[in-house]
């Protein structure tokens, strides 16, 4: 069985000193024009707000049950995802190094 998915899952890597981040947005990124998630306005917001209120991050839904769960793309080059996110501010740091994932094809998700 894999890991459970959960909207919190580790973006880090303790062990290598890696924090994971999304190379490009995948297909169906909230970031992307158009609503392709198809969520009530303002939701990407709320998204946002709650993240960035508790100084975390969006992990990518294309990679939440993969192996290797990352921070969304969209939002790591959002100007208050890039600037609160503490996994973000370590990399900036230099206390944590990037891993760039490759989102996962819409036609791969397995949610």
Known sequence: M????????????????????????CDTCIFRPGNLMHFAP????Q???AATEHQGHIVCHATLASPEPAICAGFARHPLGAARSLALRMVR???????????????????
């Open 93 to 111: 740091a230099g206390v944590a190094r990037l891993q760039f994932i490759t989102p996962p094809k819409k036609g791969d998700l397995r949610q």
């Open 42 to 45: 303002g939701r990407v917001q």
């Open 2 to 25: 894999g890991r459970p998915v959960s909207p919190h899952a580790p973006v880090a890597d303790p062990a290598t000193g890696t924090v994971r981040q999304c190379a490009d947005l």
């Open 47 to 49: 998204l946002v707000q």
